[in-house]
Structure formats: structure tokens, C-alpha cells
């Protein structure tokens, strides 16, 4: 009995890691008037880079450390990490397969995709644009950490292949855990943008 119960804290790392990641999380058990340490490694032994109010919430958590007690998140414009214990996980999200309330973009050119909970999606290039009604969401058949996308929107048709995988944007020192590729369709011509996708917050 001892033995199992040794058995089971010693997995509870593992455990938390393996949970999917990006996901969002609200700072829990910390006091009020205190703060949360944004550092920029995965310990103490690291420089503070901001530090998070008690009531801080809707935090993506893109990645863990090697231990599953540290986590990667976004600070403005840089990735810094926190002490997953005091982070609560948000319930209501996916433990497997992709969230699917997604902001993602790309640079050179500059281009958006925002998916939203009810299937819908709008695709923004050179300052227009297209709503796309109805999105086809196909997980993989043999990986949860992959999906298909498929929306018709008439003129405009996109089809995207979306992963979690680590992934920068090329333009700041921020992290995101899920990448994109788009292939849009229109009259004039077929493109393919790459990118990186966060959960909307």
C-alpha cells in the first residue's frame, strides 16, 4: 500500500505534463497583495521578469519544464516561466485533440485566422477580411496533437493542417505551442501561410 502510494506521487509530475498543452490557467494560492514571479528560467535560481497579481486569469500555458512543475507563458512580447503551483488549470478544456477558440497570424506578409467555439472563422490578408461560416474541424486518425481544418467560404476557401508544436513568430521573443499552415483558395490564385496560433484569451 505504501509502495503504490510512493508510486502515485512520484508520477504526479508526469501526470500534470502530460495533461495538453496550450491551455489556459488562473493564478491560484496566492495571497491577496502578494504576486506570482514570472522568471526567465524554469527556477528560482532565475531573473524575475514580471511578476502576476493573485487574481491574474485566462493565462496560456504554451509548455512545461522537464519536471511538469514549471510553465512557459507570455509576459507582453517575451516568454517567461511560473511555478505551476500556483496555477489552477481551467476546466472545460481538451485533456487530448486541439482547443478550438484559436487566434492565429503570420508575418510577411501580415495575415490573420480567428476560429471561434461555434465553428465559425474569419481570414484577414492585406486589410480584408473573409468570414467563413462553417469550419470542418477532422482530428487526426492517429495523433491527438494534430487536426485538419476545412471552411468554404464561397469566394474564399481554406484549408489548414494545425498542431501543437512549438513555434515563433519571427518577429518578437514571445512562445506559442501550436503551429498552422493555411492553404487559401480563391479566384485569383492559391497561397500556402505559415504561422502560429494561441488560445483567445
Known amino acids: 500500500m505504501i509502495r503504490a502510494a510512493l508510486v502515485w506521487l512520484l508520477l504526479l509530475?508526469?501526470?500534470?505534463a502530460a495533461q495538453a498543452l496550450p491551455a489556459l490557467y488562473d493564478v491560484a494560492g496566492v495571497a491577496a497583495g502578494d504576486t506570482l514571479n514570472v522568471r526567465?528560467?524554469?527556477s528560482t535560481a532565475f531573473e524575475v521578469l514580471a511578476k502576476l497579481p493573485p487574481d491574474a486569469a485566462g493565462i496560456e500555458v504554451v509548455d512545461t519544464d522537464?519536471?511538469?512543475?514549471?510553465?512557459?507563458?507570455?509576459?507582453?512580447?517575451?516568454?517567461?516561466?511560473?511555478?505551476?503551483?500556483?496555477?489552477?488549470?481551467?476546466a472545460g478544456q481538451p485533456e487530448a485533440g486541439l482547443p478550438n477558440d484559436l487566434i492565429c497570424a503570420g508575418t510577411e506578409p501580415f495575415w490573420s485566422f480567428r476560429l471561434t467555439?461555434?465553428?465559425?472563422?474569419?481570414?484577414?490578408?492585406?486589410?480584408?477580411e473573409a468570414t467563413l461560416p462553417g469550419v470542418l474541424t477532422v482530428p487526426s486518425l492517429n495523433r491527438t496533437d494534430r487536426a485538419a481544418l476545412?471552411?468554404?467560404g464561397?469566394?474564399?476557401?481554406?484549408?489548414?493542417?494545425l498542431g501543437r508544436a512549438s513555434c515563433s513568430d519571427g518577429m518578437s521573443d514571445r512562445a506559442y505551442?501550436?503551429?498552422?499552415?493555411?492553404?487559401?483558395?480563391?479566384?485569383?490564385?492559391?497561397?500556402?501561410?505559415?504561422?502560429?496560433?494561441?488560445i483567445a484569451p
Not at 13 to 16: D, R
Request: proline fraction near 4%; include cysteine.
Open 177 to 198: 505551442g501550436l503551429g498552422i499552415d493555411l492553404l487559401v483558395t480563391d479566384e485569383a490564385e492559391v497561397r500556402v501561410y505559415s504561422g502560429c496560433c494561441r
Open 66 to 90: 522537464e519536471s511538469g512543475r514549471w510553465g512557459l507563458i507570455n509576459v507582453s512580447d517575451r516568454a517567461g516561466w511560473v511555478a505551476l503551483d500556483f496555477m489552477a488549470r481551467r
Open 40 to 42: 526567465t528560467g524554469p
Open 13 to 16: 509530475p508526469s501526470l500534470a
Open 150 to 152: 476545412f471552411a468554404d
Open 154 to 161: 464561397g469566394e474564399l476557401v481554406v484549408t489548414a493542417v
Open 117 to 128: 467555439p461555434d465553428a465559425k472563422a474569419a481570414f484577414t490578408r492585406d486589410g480584408r
